[in-house]
């Protein structure tokens, strides 16, 4: 039926349809979402640790002299924080704790968990030390190697530090905690 000014517009029944349908996909692309903010998060910080066992490696070759690489982890798993520098030990919470001079300038080389909300980690290395020493010689781990892991309430992701200073990304075979990408642990 047709107005008297010849315009049409939407019937309450086909308004209703597309609001229906709209609230369907919003429904289901929320959680996706939410899981891909988590697996993002959790990636960044696997791959922050990697990126600084394979930075400290390869600066106690270059340098010759040893690089250690401290982590500082809470009993509860967070807050966590980790720091590259010429000593044992650096403070890595303390913006000046963990320094490298590179090309004559003292550069802050750490990592906090303020940088990564709802993630934590547990550090298992076979000394009970949280830290690895890079030797100069051939870039061997001279203290320690083994796991951190990386989860927030979903997802894991290990970073391996093997006894020949390789450090390795892996997670977990297990469906539910995967995080697709990453070799099985």
Known sequence: MKSGSGMRGFTLIELLIVVTIAAILVAIGVPSLRD???????RGAAEEAQAMLQFARSEAVKRRE???VNFKVDPSGTPWCFGTAKTS???CEDVSGCVLAIAGTNVSKR???IDYTGVTADVAFLSGNHEVQYGWQRGLPTINNGTITF???RFEIQVKVSALGRVKMCSPSDTA???FGYDDC
């Not at 891909?36 to 959790?42: A, E, F, H, T, V």
């Open 151 to 153: 989860n927030n309430d």
């Open 66 to 68: 040893d690089v250690y």
């Open 36 to 42: 891909l903010i988590l697996k993002n998060r959790l």
């Open 111 to 113: 990592v906090r968990s």
């Open 177 to 179: 905690t995967k995080v």
């Open 89 to 91: 030990n650096c403070d």
